[in-house]
């Protein structure tokens, strides 16, 4: 078998499965979409454990955002944890 002539002496069944890095596995940031009235329109990168407030003014300083929010109000945020963010706009 493959597995003795990469200078294995056992059978592959014979040794343990791999277990994963938890360590590894965890990131830093994410990216999340960016909805104006429910369509998308920028994908920002966020602190995992970023709060409602951070996640609002890193979309707010977004380039792409803030061109559909030029003389708009703000009626709504609607903010689903390291999933998405929803701001709903009104002609101000």
Known sequence: ELWSALGYEK???FYPFPQPDEEALK???IEIPVQINGKL??????PV???EE??????LSEEKVRKFLNG???KKVIYVKNKLLNLVVKDG
């Not at 329109?41 to 966020?46: F, H, P, S, Y």
């Not at 951070?54 to 979309?59: E, G, L, N, Q």
Request: glycine content about 0%.
């Open 11 to 13: 059978s592959m069944a």
């Open 27 to 29: 990131t830093e940031s």
């Open 41 to 46: 329109r920028a994908v920002i990168k966020i």
């Open 49 to 51: 454990e970023a709060d």
């Open 54 to 59: 951070t996640v609002k003014s890193i979309a």
């Open 72 to 74: 708009k109000e703000i």
